[in-house]
């Protein structure tokens, strides 16, 4: 059962708002069940945020805790003045004190979100997800010399949501190989690679994690078993020492932390969040 309810409120998408409130609220021991009321851009609409707020909050009997990223002052006014949760405006606690320290007023813009498919920036974005999608799991060796990383790693190790997540949040075109018995054979990376080891940079896991994840997909299967999990994870990291690329384990680690993590090690050129 979820502790309290939390509103995020947006005259935009309410990403922002939401990202924002989840880092803060990530600081507490609570599961609050979360609901984004975005779009949320005209007077009639605030009114009926704050009736949904506030009739949540008579039910459970404790107040909401209400995020905001409202530009529009109108529509924030009708949610300041009606709202009886807790409400953290996020605008107004950082633009405004940003506009006096900086002596200039914010275009007070509804999200970033309304001219972004024009920007270069977003459609490198796209380009750069249509890129790894393209390379996932090995599917392509085409165009590899435009890729900004490469990750390597056995199969199931957490290489292609890093590779989707470096493409969506970074801008970065990722692919991402499987090593696969027949490289374990050679005792080398796949040939495809070897141009490119600049730019490869490794995931492993513990095996029996992996032993895990595998017999979600294919239980009772020899890809799944710990003795096959464990000869593959020795023999992917000893290739990785021997070829010398920069690795890392997932099995504890959260997709963000592994992101950043090559992030700073593989240093790309062009890097855009």
């Not at 633009?95 to 813009?109: D, F, Q, T, W, Y």
């Not at 490869?200 to 239980?219: H, M, Q, V």
Request: hydrophobic fraction near 40%.
């Amino acid at each position: 059962m979820h502790s309290r309810t939390v509103f995020f409120v947006s005259d935009g998408t309410g990403i922002t708002a939401e990202t924002f409130g989840n880092a803060i609220l990530a600081q507490f021991e609570m599961k609050p069940r979360h609901v984004r009321l975005p779009f949320i851009d005209t007077v009639d609409k605030a009114h009926q945020a704050v009736r949904q707020i506030n009739h949540t909050g008579e039910v459970e009997g404790k107040k909401p805790v209400v995020f905001t990223t409202l530009v529009n002052m109108e529509v924030l006014k009708v949610i300041q003045e009606g709202c009886k949760g807790m409400l953290l405006d996020m605008f107004g606690t950082f633009v405004h004190p940003l506009e006096e320290e900086l002596g200039i007023k914010s275009n007070h813009r509804i999200g970033r979100f309304s001219d972004v498919s024009r920007s270069k920036e977003y459609n490198d974005r796209i380009e750069a997800i249509n890129f790894s999608l393209a390379h996932d799991d090995g599917q392509s060796n085409r165009d590899l010399a435009g890729a900004d990383v490469i990750l390597v790693g056995v199969s199931r190790s957490g290489k292609t949501p890093t590779s989707l997540y470096l493409a969506m949040q970074c801008g970065l075109k990722a692919a991402n190989y499987p090593l696969i018995p027949e490289d374990f054979e050679r005792r080398q990376l796949p040939p495809a690679l070897v141009p490119f080891r600049s730019k490869i940079f490794g995931l492993t896991i513990s095996p029996d994690r992996l032993a895990e994840i595998r017999a979600e997909r294919r239980p009772n299967s020899k890809y799944a078993s710990l003795e096959n999990c464990r000869a593959e994870v020795a023999e992917a990291e000893a290739m990785m020492r021997r070829a010398g690329i920069r690795w890392l384990s997932t099995t504890t680690k959260s997709i963000e932390e592994i992101a950043t993590t090559i992030l700073q090690e593989v240093r790309p050129e062009r890097l855009v969040y």
